[in-house]
């Protein structure tokens, strides 16, 4: 089970930080990723880190941008979203795979969380 949450309505160029509540049996066990759906446009990869945090990637949109990292001991994964633009609009989801490498590919993930919604005014 996911819980994503931390969304929210900030103007261009600030910082938000998600985060994805996971149950005892997806963290620490699996990679974890999150994507975003913008209105008008299909859903697309944002970051994803290893089930043990030794790797990540992101999208080249966020690099620089956005940082994803996971506290197992806490059963959560963050997305830091620093420097926000307008077309960063959209809901976030969080995704847990049932590997321990992460994948850009949605269709390796096989739990979603419910999405948070991020809005980014010019």
């Known amino acids: 089970q996911l819980q994503a949450f931390g969304g929210g309505l900030v103007q261009a160029g600030a910082s938000l930080r998600l985060s994805c509540a996971a149950s005892e049996r997806t963290s620490g066990s699996y990679a974890m990723g999150w994507f975003r759906k913008a209105p008008g446009k299909e859903r697309e990869f944002v970051a994803a880190i290893s089930r043990n945090g030794d790797s990540t990637y992101a999208t080249n949109s966020v690099k620089g941008r956005f940082t994803i990292s996971r506290d197992n001991a806490k059963n959560t994964v963050y997305l830091q979203m620093n420097s926000l633009k307008p077309e960063d609009t959209a809901v976030y989801y969080c995704?847990?795979?049932?590997?321990?490498?992460?994948?850009?590919?949605?269709?390796?993930?096989?739990?979603w969380g419910q999405g948070t919604q991020v809005t980014v005014s010019s």
């Open positions: 995704a847990a795979r049932q590997e321990g490498w992460p994948s850009r590919d949605e269709h390796m993930y096989v739990s």
